[in-house]
């Protein structure tokens, strides 16, 4: 097991603005303020220098997600056992890596076209988190098993075989569930944990999508916290693109919610902590125990 934890995703976006005011006044992330050459604003959960990179771009879509990796060696074997089955790998400079706030990264796509880059060493900021919205701090750590990332993200795989084979033989996740959507003609997702006791942090979805990412999940502590995001969403008129439900595999609480641009953002509370290292893969036939009717936006 290799990779530590999802550690931040990179999003272009047609109108940054919007976006980091989606992102502190409905999300209550905290605008870490820092230059940037090409106009990147960042945001915060916790004292990683930002989770979300948003960068200026003619579409909104995810450009890249940082898997992090606990140490040099790690990081290393990991791009060697890449480089051994025959993916190109290239090494960020170190201008590229002190904008992402990291050691050393590395840039790679996985067999479904999306772009990873592994990292270790991120450089923390330890000016103290305020949320914009009073939220006291976003679920990425446990006291017990350290980094729990930024939450979790589901990524599209049409030949999602191939995918799942990349994630778990060379980038070094463990399955957690394998679940069949009912009404879905057999479409497949697999979850995946990363060497942290979140129940998945990456998962793949066995189709294509546009934006590159099906969602980003960030976890609150709390329902009221939860509800909270949800008054802040509707005021704000944002789209709700499932209701509040329960899904079965993580146990997570959740609503989700569009961001400009059209990212779908899962927030949620309550999400299952397991044993990495002694966890038994499931398989599900539903999604949820209750709730998250989806209301996908135009249909
Ligand atoms: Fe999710």
Known sequence: MSVSAAGYLRISSADVGAWMD??????GL??????DADGA???????????FMIEPGDTDKLLAAGLECPDRHAWQNTLNRLEDAGHSVMVG?????????????ASLEDPAGNTLELYWGRELDYTPLVSPAGIPFFVTSDQQSGDLGFGHMVLPAPDIE????FYTELIGTGITDILYPPGMGGLKINFMHTNNARQHSIALFGGEHPLGIVHMMIEVPSLDELGQAMDRAKAAGAHFLATLGRHVNDNMCSVYILAPGGIAVEYGYDGLLIDPET???TVSSE????GHEYNFPGV
């Open 41 to 51: 604003r960042f945001l915060r959960m916790d004292d990683h220098p930002f989770r």
């Open 279 to 281: 966890y038994v893969a």
């Open 287 to 290: 999604g949820d125990l209750w």
């Open 93 to 105: 400079s170190s201008d590229e890596a002190k904008r992402r706030c990291v050691t050393e990264f």
């Open 22 to 27: 989606f992102g502190t006044g409905v999300l």
């Open 30 to 35: 905290m605008d870490a303020v820092r230059e």
């Open 162 to 165: 191939t995918a799942t084979a």
